[in-house]
Every structure is written in structure tokens, then in C-alpha cells.
């Protein structure tokens, strides 16, 4: 798929999978507008792109999309800079670890609108533009917990089977209007992810964020509503739809299970 000229919006841009999201996008030439919370490294990353690519116009976009109305305020901010939003990466999410009695109410609140709130508000404001001009794209970052759910994860899992069910309802309605939507499923991938939680697991066979990456822009040229990262989480995903569920939750919370 051809981005040279076009417009990214890639939430949680200041680190990991998102961050990536914009080194190939920049490196096909497509212009940005990198929006998360840490302002530092959202520069750091406008000032590495504009240097390796100055041909593109790089935007920053301070933003705390768990916020409730942060989709309208970026939006708003986003009418400002003049920009037409082409491509839109809905990456921006936090998962919480450890049983959901011990998680505090309002953590899991800002966990739901992050992960599901905003994304759905943001997709509701770019996607009708992109149908009127039939053209653009739509990745929404779901995760292999989609498809299972996952006992000491257990609202992550949920806000992924949310946007997974959402995204592929997406990609039906949005057949033959020129509009691509894509859920990206990346398993265990080797980012902050994890040290946010404060807790060690799934420690085996993370992939890193260039092979996320790669693996989403590939998909956007073949038809299907979902991708999966890596040859082992596709094998895994498939398995989770026909094993039975309580053998299924069994083995979900082992593999979520902390460890020191």
C-alpha cells in the first residue's frame, strides 16, 4: 500500500508499537501526527524523523487519551494544524495485572476508555471523512487476548475482544468504500507494555516491534479483517476458538501468571 503524501495519526506514539508505526510510515513518506502523553519523547521522535526525513511534516500532539472527551479535544487540536487524516493507528492502551478484586475502580475505568473509550470515538470521527473520499486506513491494535479471556488480565482481555469484535464488524461495513480496516493482534511483544505493569511475565518468545509492525503493514494489502503476529500467537489464536473453556481459562491464567 502506497503512504507517500498521506497523513498518519498513530496514538502512543512516544514508545514501543506505536513508535514504530511511525519509523515506516515516515520512511514511506508519509507525513505524522504523533500524539501520547510524554511530551520529551514525542519531540525526540518529531526531531529523529524530520532529520532522517525531511521531505515530511512531523506534528506532536500532547494528549492523556484515558481522559473521558480526549477524543474531541484531539480532534479539535487536530482541525487546528490544517491536517486530513488518511491513515489512523489506534494504538494508545495500558493493561492492568492481577486479579481484577485487588485493581482499583478508577485505574479500570481509565483502562476501558483508553482501550476502548477513545478508540471508538476517535475511529467514529476519521472514518466518515475517509468513506466520502474512499481512501484511507484504519488499524486498530487489539492483541492475541482477544480471543480468550484472561484471568488476571481479565478487563484488558475484555477491552481486546471489544476492539477485535469492533474493528472486524468495521472491516465488513467498510467493504467497497475504499476504506481498509485492520485489527492487529500482536502477542507478547518486547516494549514498556510489560514494566508498566510492575510485574514479570511472559517472559518467552516476544517478538519486537519492527515484526508487529511489519506484520500489519502486509496485511493492509491482502483482504482480511485481522491479523495475527507471529506463526506461534496465530497458532495459539486458533486454538483458543475450539478448546474448551474452562481448559481454556486454565491455561490463560497459567501463562498470565507473575513470576520473579
Not at 1 to 29: C, H, P, Y
Not at 45 to 69: F, M, W
Not at 123 to 133: N, Q
Not at 185 to 207: L, Y
Request: charged share 20%; net charge neutral; proline share 4%.
Amino acid at each position: 500500500m502506497e503512504f507517500s503524501n498521506s497523513t498518519a495519526l498513530v496514538t502512543g506514539a512516544s514508545g514501543g508499537i506505536g513508535e514504530e508505526f511511525a519509523v515506516q510510515f515516515a520512511a514511506r513518506g508519509a507525513n505524522l501526527i504523533l500524539v501520547a502523553r510524554r511530551a520529551e519523547r514525542l519531540e525526540t521522535l518529531r526531531e529523529t524523523l524530520s532529520a532522517r526525513h525531511p521531505g515530511i511534516v512531523v506534528d506532536v500532539v500532547t494528549a492523556d487519551l484515558a481522559a473521558p472527551g480526549s477524543g474531541a479535544d484531539l480532534h479539535a487540536r487536530v482541525r487546528d494544524l490544517g491536517r486530513t487524516v488518511d491513515v489512523l493507528v489506534n494504538n494508545a492502551g495500558i493493561g492492568l495485572h492481577g486479579p481484577f478484586f485487588a485493581q482499583e475502580p478508577d485505574a479500570n475505568a481509565a483502562q476501558v476508555q483508553l482501550n476502548c473509550g477513545t478508540l471508538v470515538d476517535l475511529t467514529a470521527r476519521y472514518l466518515p471523512p475517509m468513506i466520502e473520499r474512499r481512501h484511507g486506513v484504519v488499524i486498530n491494535v487489539a492483541s492475541t487476548a482477544a480471543f480468550q479471556p484472561t484471568p488476571g488480565m481479565a478487563v484488558y482481555g475484555a477491552t481486546k475482544a471489544f476492539v477485535l469484535s469492533f474493528s472486524e464488524a468495521l472491516w465488513q461495513e467498510c467493504r467497497k468504500t475504499g476504506v481498509t480496516v485492520l485489527a492487529l493482534c500482536p502477542g507478547a511483544t518486547q516494549t514498556e507494555f510489560f514494566d508498566r505493569t510492575g510485574e514479570t511475565f511472559m517472559t518467552q518468545g516476544r517478538q519486537n516491534v519492527t515484526e508487529v509492525v511489519d506484520t500489519a503493514l502486509a496485511a493492509l494489502d491482502k483482504s482480511s479483517p485481522t491479523v495475527v503476529s507471529g506463526l506461534r500467537n496465530a497458532v495459539l489464536a486458533a486454538g483458543y476458538r475450539v478448546a474448551p473453556r474452562k481448559v481454556l481459562l486454565a491455561v490463560s491464567e497459567r501463562m498470565l501468571k507473575a513470576h520473579n
